[in-house]
């Protein structure tokens, strides 16, 4: 079981930055791909970002390339998402994901997620 707790979420104007992250339960986090997605009032979840387990590869979705990084401290068991030149768009509540398989975090589907903490970006 992995237990993930997610923070650093709140309000920030357009343009700012904002720096979030998901701490994780357990020993074994460095066996794991993570990823960040976020899910706006009436619209699906989406995929923002992931990284592999050792945090040489990572992924990043066309909407927050050039603006957004994710990266992983393995010795910390977390993983951030810094967030740049944030858009009224990037509003969203921003939710820590964790599997084994990284395919499976990539599509949405990983076995553990965390609660969640809300961005909000005024104009």
């Known amino acids: 079981q992995v237990q993930l707790v997610e923070s650093g979420g709140g309000l920030v104007q357009a343009g700012g930055s904002l720096r979030l992250s998901c701490a994780a339960s357990?020993?074994?986090?460095?066996?794991?791909?993570m990823g960040w997605f976020r899910q706006a009032p009436g619209k699906e979840r989406e995929f923002v970002a992931a990284?592999?387990?050792?945090?040489?590869?990572?992924y990043l979705a066309g909407s927050v390339k050039g603006r957004f990084t994710i990266s992983r401290e393995n010795g910390k068991n977390t993983v951030y998402l810094q967030m740049h030149s944030l858009k009224p768009e990037d509003t969203a509540v921003y939710y820590c994901?964790?599997?084994?398989?990284?395919?499976?975090?990539?599509?949405?589907?990983?076995?553990?997620w965390g609660q969640g903490t809300q961005v909000t970006v005024s104009s």
């Open positions: 990284i592999e387990r050792s945090g040489t590869s990572t």
């Open positions: 357990g020993r074994t986090f460095n066996t794991y791909a």
């Open positions: 994901a964790a599997d084994l398989s990284r395919e499976r975090v990539l599509r949405g589907t990983g076995d553990y």
